[in-house]
């Protein structure tokens, strides 16, 4: 099945500012497709600038600076997995209770956890105990040394 095309192409230049406003108040570049930011649909430009990546056809210059603002900008499993585990980690961190929804997605992590990639499950780790379904989950312990740093740093990105 051919790839869809893009309606619109956008220039790596054009996107980085917005992605670099986006990444410092969010703290993360897990943005939905709905995403506008200042009329830059983000989404949209994100997807082409990671097809461009696994294409090997992104610059060098925006793959490092895309890099610096987040990471886990261009990641090796699905990206909604992504944007729930960034709602997860906000909504412990500000103290709330998870809403119903979001309650749902940790404890089916716990059922998931031998399928999750290892950064996954450093990443569950960091942002603390997840519902089991009649238990209390521990957590697997991943040493620092088998992380990238934003891992042993969970803060840091």
Same mark, same amino acid.
């Given at each position: 099945?051919?790839a869809?095309?893009?309606?619109?192409r956008?220039?790596p230049?054009?996107?980085?500012?917005h992605?670099?406003?986006?990444?410092?108040e969010?703290?993360?570049?897990?943005?939905?497709?709905s995403?506008?930011?200042?009329?830059l649909?983000l989404?949209?430009?994100?997807?082409?600038?990671?097809?461009?990546?696994?294409?090997?056809?992104?610059?060098?210059r925006?793959?490092?600076?895309?890099?610096?603002?987040a990471?886990w900008?261009?990641?090796?499993?699905?990206?909604?997995?992504?944007r729930h585990?960034h709602? @997860?980690r906000?909504?412990?961190?500000a103290?709330?209770?998870?809403?119903?929804?979001l309650?749902?997605?940790?404890r089916?992590?716990?059922t998931?956890?031998?399928?999750?990639?290892?950064?996954?499950?450093?990443?569950?780790t960091a942002?603390?105990p997840?519902?089991?379904?009649n238990?209390?989950?521990?957590?697997?312990?991943i040493s620092?040394?088998? @992380?990238?740093?934003?891992?042993a740093?969970p803060?840091?990105?």
């Amino acid at each position: 099945m051919p790839a869809i095309a893009p309606a619109h192409r956008y220039p790596p230049s054009e996107g980085l500012p917005h992605a670099r406003a986006f990444a410092s108040e969010h703290g993360h570049l897990a943005v939905s497709a709905s995403t506008q930011h200042t009329g830059l649909p983000l989404e949209s430009w994100l997807l082409q600038q990671r097809r461009k990546a696994r294409s090997g056809h992104l610059s060098a210059r925006t793959l490092q600076e895309l890099t610096a603002l987040a990471p886990w900008w261009n990641l090796p499993w699905p990206f909604v997995w992504q944007r729930h585990y960034h709602e @997860c980690r906000t909504t412990r961190a500000a103290g709330r209770p998870l809403p119903p929804a979001l309650q749902r997605w940790p404890r089916k992590q716990t059922t998931l956890w031998a399928e999750l990639h290892p950064y996954q499950q450093g990443l569950l780790t960091a942002i603390g105990p997840l519902p089991r379904s009649n238990s209390t989950w521990k957590g697997k312990v991943i040493s620092a040394d088998s @992380c990238p740093r934003q891992l042993a740093e969970p803060d840091s990105y």
